[in-house]
């Protein structure tokens, strides 16, 4: 830069009333969304606000737990000890500790519903890829921080429950048992492991939270906002209607409103929503609490929180290299390649497959299906886990079986969908039916018990 | 202003130029990040542990009746008196690490996680622990207290303390 510019550039900034430069960076932090927004993508039953709502939840868990954090002493047995004072002795404790349990059910719950929603609507093919991935890898972000904040109580169930996940680590061939001793510090759930799950809990996981956060919005922009698609299954972007002209570029832009006065208003709302629901909760249920860690007695049925007993359903059937690992990494490359996959999702062309017409695709899914079945009801006894597939395999044969009544309606849209579509299905239907099951259907020793005998 | 006629300035002077010095520069930072990682992963494991001694006392042997299967609440193992002799099983199930307790109407060993049994000699019966309980080197002290050494194992059916 030579001397005159500079001379110049430092007269301008002397010469800078504080509140135009105030007034330039709010300019420049507007670009974080897009100016303007199709107006019939504002609507509630277009994304269900789903991403602004886990956003709200996650602004509530930093805030909540930065309060927590004043009182919270990771040792043993003071961790236990300040949960006590959180509920007899500081003012609004019971309130904070509360809502920062909910909050943190709802984010899981909300990360899940948005990614399905996300996924029905082809939100993961191109130019949106990126923020797919990013959003698995948040997804995952999200239950390590469920996992890593649970043993912070340091009660019967934060204790057994990291036991099992460490012994899970330690299930790995070859390095998985020096894994495990990285992971706590040590060869038992200690001091060590405590003051090592409340730096994940509180620094490192949050920071990369935030991080991969700001990404996956700042590409939600450049990627042209919401993904949706027109009748010939090209995707409908503001990238797109950016370079549109003439009559067509004019026709869009009267469809547009401006994303600042509109768009965020209403998500504002729906968080300021949550935030009530979530409050009303904490304040009716108290979050739980149980006795202080004991090594030496398990509690019977010990059971993780609601989206872990999904996990632990399987850990029952399988073992634990299985279910704890194997399963859950096919699940996630899974989740990251599937829309990848031509084989799986056409990407190229913007078409779903229409892979019923394949006698040989038919006749090898089918062939995969029953194997897969028989694996788990004849070895396992698996039959929980069975359910969905027999599901998949009524609904694709009821769409499939072409000499039997009219195709139209529902048969027509079962038809159309792509492999990737029947995959995630038999996926989140698993994830419901083994989560209710855990959850809801077993007792001691694991064993089949009725919800409503008490 | 055509390429050729702009001198590149390694070749001119002897200097880098930007692009090989982003490229150079990146590469030693990343060789010097890959290397710290490598030799600085030691420090995640700890060289001193303050855990307790893996060797318990575990009492006086009239202390068990004879046929008993007892559980030490404090050191999670099993102390078992047979016509045999005494051995001692570790608690800790070898599925996911629950500790497991004796069911003395059914004379098996439950595991309340995801409910293993085995029987009073460490085999499994049923459920997902994938091997049995494992047996512990156990003697007689000096002082004619029966000792067990949690971290070392021994053949299941091969030693039994006599007393």
Not at chain 1, 217 to 241: F, I, N, Q, S, T
Request: glycine letters at 8%; proline letters at 6%; aromatic letters at 12%.
């Amino acid at each position: 830069m030579s001397t005159e510019r500079v001379a110049t550039r430092q007269r301008e900034t002397r010469l800078l009333n504080p509140w135009h430069a105030l007034e330039r960076w709010q300019t420049d932090i507007r670009g974080i969304l897009s100016a303007r927004v199709l107006e019939s993508q504002l609507g509630f039953r277009k994304t269900w606000y789903l991403g602004a709502l886990t956003l709200g939840a996650f602004t509530i868990q930093i805030s909540t737990g930065l309060l927590l954090m004043l009182y919270y002493h990771p040792s043993i047995p003071q961790g236990y000890a300040d949960m006590k004072d959180l509920e007899f002795v500081i003012s609004s404790g019971t309130l904070l500790r509360s809502l920062h349990r909910w909050s943190a059910h709802a984010m899981v719950f909300l990360v899940f519903v948005h990614m399905a929603k996300a996924f029905y609507r082809a939100a993961y093919r191109p130019p949106k890829e990126l923020n797919w991935v990013l959003g698995v890898c948040l997804l995952l972000l999200t239950l390590l921080l469920s996992y890593t904040g649970y043993l912070l109580p340091w009660d019967q169930l934060s204790y057994w429950g990291t036991t099992v996940g460490a012994n899970i680590m330690s299930s790995i061939p070859w390095f998985g048992p020096k894994l495990r001793f990285y992971m706590l510090g040590g060869h038992t759930v200690n001091a060590n492991a405590l003051l090592r799950f409340y730096v994940l809990h509180t620094m490192i996981l949050p920071l990369s939270m935030l991080t991969l956060v700001s990404v996956h919005l700042w590409r939600l922009h450049k990627d042209g906002g919401m993904y949706e698609v027109d009748e010939e299954g090209r995707p409908l972007l503001h990238a797109k209607d950016a370079r549109a002209s003439g009559e067509e570029g004019i026709a869009l832009g009267k469809e547009k409103t401006l994303s600042y006065s509109d768009l965020l208003f209403r998500e504002v709302t729906a968080i300021e929503a949550l935030a009530v629901v979530l409050l009303t909760i904490a304040l009716i249920w108290k979050a739980p609490l149980e006795q202080l860690a004991n090594p030496m007695h398990t509690p019977n049925p010990a059971k993780a929180p609601w989206y872990f007993t999904g996990l632990q359903e399987l850990l029952h059937y399988f073992p634990p290299f299985v279910a704890g690992i194997i399963l859950p990494g096919m699940i996630v490359s899974g989740l990251i390649f599937i829309p990848f996959l031509p084989i799986f999702d056409n990407v190229k062309t913007y078409q779903a497959i229409e892979w019923f017409r394949g006698k040989r695709a038919r006749w090898t899914t089918g062939a995969v299906l029953i194997l897969v079945m028989s694996v788990l009801l004849v070895r396992q006894h698996a039959w929980d886990a069975v359910a969905p597939f027999w599901i998949v395999v009524l609904l694709t044969s009821f769409a499939a079986g072409y000499r039997v009544g009219p195709i139209n309606g529902f048969r027509k849209w079962l038809r159309e969908k792509p492999v990737s579509f029947w995959i995630m299905t038999l996926f989140l239907m698993e994830a419901v039916v083994l989560t209710a099951v855990g959850t809801l259907f077993r007792g001691p020793g694991w064993s089949w018990v009725w919800p409503w005998r008490g | 202003m055509s390429e050729a006629k702009v001198p590149k300035p390694s070749e001119d002077e002897g200097l880098m130029d930007r692009r090989r010095f982003v490229k150079t520069g990146s590469t030693s930072l990343a060789i010097a990040g890959v290397g710290a990682c490598v030799f600085g992963i030691r420090y995640l494991s700890p060289n001193v542990l303050y855990e307790p001694s893996p060797v318990v006392n575990v009492g006086k042997p009239e202390q068990y009746r004879a046929g008993s299967v007892t559980l030490d609440t404090k050191n999670g193992i099993f102390v078992v008196r047979e016509a045999e002799g005494f051995y001692a099983l570790s608690a800790v199930c070898t599925h996911l690490g629950c500790l497991t307790v004796y069911k003395a109407e059914t004379g098996e060993i439950a595991c309340p996680c995801h409910g293993s049994t085995f029987r009073r000699d460490g085999t499994t019966i049923g459920g997902p622990a994938p091997k049995a309980l494992p047996w512990l080197k156990m003697w007689l002290g000096d002082d004619g207290n029966l000792q067990v050494d949690r971290s070392s194992n021994v053949a299941a059916r091969s030693e039994y303390v006599q007393a």
